[in-house]
């Protein structure tokens, strides 16, 4: 079992001919994730690779019945595409694209409340990977173990690998690993993920990943608290040493006002019996305390 | 990015947000000059890009002509030390002479980004003057915060949830509200991060005025901005966090001796800690791209070693795109070409680990191979004891 994608995902890629869309949309199908089309406006009729591409995503769910998108469209134009998929249904949207403005997203967010049916995640992520079954965006697919037990949720890339790849040396699979995205305003929250992890027999454990800035990780903390005790959730928060008023790389990493610390996150699992991780470079030891298995 | 006071103003006069009369100088001739032409009193206000400039003697009112001289000359030149400049201050290049005000009331008006309802927020309160967040702590009921869908846009409720919120005389309320519906069309128009007004005053007159205006744009919506991208001030900014952005990446500078170099912001915020944790301090955030390439690596370490706080460097890199194999001959090119006079601790995970770790030992390099992210912190933090 799994979260969001598996074996029957339909992924169209929207931006598949520019060199990053074409590069991981290759990597994407050596992984065995199915990809049934492309979307680049003024390019239907061709094939990159083997795969069809179409003007709109209209055009490609019509011809290919895809179910889901992976984004790779350049920040400007990003923001349309998101709304573009979610106006011809498409259930699960991933955005790898970083860099799209705030206000752009916050009118996406008010767009997507209308279209209930589109789950969105990222941007600014690098996507999801079921191992064995489907890969969506940039995770590296060497790194990954299939079976479960463990459910993987993260603001971070390359964070989310380090976690990954520390489950799988211990011995660990994972169910799905979720990027959720460094963005301020985004699709999919963690508790959106915890849910379906929650609701996965599969998974039976989860690790989450966050870093300073907002208080989404306090309402997860204060949500697992109340709604999960039967799955053990560990958890990591980066930024402990980041100053105060400086965004660190992702555009929603900062403390601001006095809000979004680590230490008011850390407090948060703490209280709600998360096992905090206090190491990062012990992250697989303390799994394989909290997760017998 | 930031933008000084007097340049924030500019843009509220564009909006019809009413400012005080005023002008910039760089010497205190030209002050004397406006003074002349504005009359007295005249406030001289220290134009850099932070808070708590009234504290730091940044911000002074000349009530006669012969305090004018003295006062511009103790601004321009002096080095501004505030809680937000941190210890080494920021060096004053350039003032705002504006007219001095019959202050009756002051208070407070900022709009942000509510990321989590994806709204804007607008915040007031009638304590003006004040460090907001003491406000907020002490008496959050003297606060009023409206959140405006950017869809809808703003509509009459709010304007009367924040005229009603500031206990306005019922005479102000329609200049209030079109200040605030003005100010609200500055912060969507122009993709702000952060627009604020501590005080915003009304005088004797009955008159709402900008008095201060601090303006902050989401850099990610630049390109649609080139107006506010000639505003910006290098000078400002740390030299070397301005190099960094010319070649893409993200550089924080930081007061210990451990320099970081690391592919992703996560891991970027962890390996600092981590480092903090093993007992050294970060000397940098730097985060040369989740798939970052042998030229991210050269430029990185170029710019760590321009800090000469420096005394050792951790290289913590996840390979999952890049391969460690080509990250070492990355490292080991860098190193050779800019001959490292610091130890360098180099940590790598990934895809083709193995042959990464051979490259940097067959190197003939004083670089320290770390078995996993616990021992690079660990061996980084013995080298800089």
């Known amino acids: 079992m799994s979260i969001f994608a598996n074996k029957n995902t339909r992924l169209l890629v929207q931006g598949i001919t520019g060199s990053e869309g074409m590069f991981h949309t290759r990597a994407c199908i050596a992984y065995g994730t199915n990809v049934v089309a492309g979307v680049t406006p003024g390019k239907g009729g061709q094939k990159m690779d083997d795969v069809p591409v179409f003007n709109t995503v209209k055009d490609a769910r019509k011809a290919t019945n895809a179910n889901a998108s992976m984004i790779f469209v350049p920040p400007r134009f990003a923001a349309d595409s998101i709304m573009e998929a979610a106006d011809a249904g498409i259930e699960l949207v991933v955005c790898i694209t970083e860099g799209i403005p705030v206000m752009d997203m916050m009118k996406v967010k008010n767009y997507l409340a209308t279209r209930p049916q589109t789950r969105l995640i990222g941007p600014n992520c690098p996507g999801l990977l079921t191992p064995g079954e489907c890969k969506i965006g940039i995770m590296p697919g060497s790194i990954v173990k299939p079976g479960g037990p463990w459910g993987v949720v993260s603001r971070s890339g390359t964070l989310t690998y380090e976690a990954v790849h520390q489950l799988t040396q211990v011995g660990f699979g994972q169910t799905t690993c979720v990027g959720i995205g460094g963005d301020p305003v985004n699709g999919t929250n963690f508790i959106d993920c915890l849910k379906a992890f929650k609701d996965d027999p599969e998974t039976k454990a989860v690790v989450m990943i966050g870093e300073i800035g907002g208080h989404a990780e306090e309402d997860a903390c204060e949500w697992i608290k109340e709604n999960m005790p039967d799955k053990p959730v560990v958890g990591f928060i980066a930024g402990l040493t980041a100053p105060p008023g400086r965004r660190m790389g992702h555009a929603g990493a900062i403390v601001s006002g006095g809000k979004g610390t680590a230490t008011a996150k850390i407090e948060a699992m703490k209280a709600s019996g998360v096992h905090h991780c206090e190491n990062l470079g012990k992250m697989g030891e303390l799994c394989k305390k909290v997760f017998k298995g | ?385």
């Open chain 2, 1 to 385: 990015m930031k933008i000084h006071e007097y340049q924030a103003k500019e843009l509220f006069r564009k909006y019809n947000v009413t400012t005080p009369k005023g002008k910039l100088a760089t010497t205190s001739a030209e002050v004397e000059k406006i003074a002349d032409e504005f009359g007295l009193p005249v406030v001289i206000k220290a134009q850099v890009h932070a808070g708590g400039r009234g504290k730091g003697g940044g911000v002074k009112l000349a009530k006669t002509k012969a305090d004018v001289t003295p006062i511009a000359d103790s601004i321009i030149g002096m080095t501004l030390v505030t809680k937000q400049t941190g210890a080494q201050g920021k060096k004053v290049r350039k003032v705002l002479v504006e007219e001095g005000l019959n202050i009756k009331k002051e208070l407070y008006l900022s709009i942000i980004p509510d990321r989590e309802t994806a709204s804007v927020a607008i915040i007031c309160s009638q304590d003006g003057g004040m460090d907001i967040e003491e406000v907020a702590a002490k008496t959050p009921e003297r606060i009023t915060t409206v959140n405006v869908s950017p869809v809808t846009g703003i509509q009459a409720f709010h304007l009367n949830q924040i005229n009603f919120g500031l206990e306005l005389d019922k005479e102000l309320h329609k200049q209030m509200g079109a200040l605030v519906r003005n100010l609200y069309q500055l912060f969507v128009d122009y993709d702000c991060s952060m627009v604020e007004i501590n005080p915003l005053i009304i005088t004797a007159e009955g008159n709402i005025l900008a008095l201060d205006a601090k303006m902050d744009f989401d850099s990610n919506a630049l390109y649609r901005h080139p107006d506010v991208v000639e505003m910006r001030d290098i000078e400002e900014e740390d030299p070397a966090e301005a190099e960094a952005s010319k070649f893409g990446l993200n550089y924080i500078k930081l007061d210990g001796n451990v320099g970081n170099i690391v592919n992703g912001a996560g891991l970027a915020m962890a390996t600092m800690d981590i480092v903090k944790m093993a007992g050294a301090a970060p000397a940098n955030f730097l985060d040369v791209g989740g798939s970052a390439n042998a030229e991210a690596i050269e430029n990185g370490f170029r710019l760590i070693m321009q800090d000469p706080a420096v005394k050792g460097i951790l290289i913590n890199v996840f390979g999952g795109i890049l391969r460690c194999d080509n990250l070492a001959n990355g490292v080991v090119a860098a190193a050779n070409k800019l001959k490292l006079s610091v130890p360098v601790v180099v940590r790598m995970e990934g895809t083709n680990v193995a042959e990464g770790r051979k490259i940097l030992a067959e190197s003939g390099l004083d670089l320290v191979t770390a078995k996993d992210l616990a021992d690079a912190a660990e061996k980084v933090a013995q080298m800089v004891k």
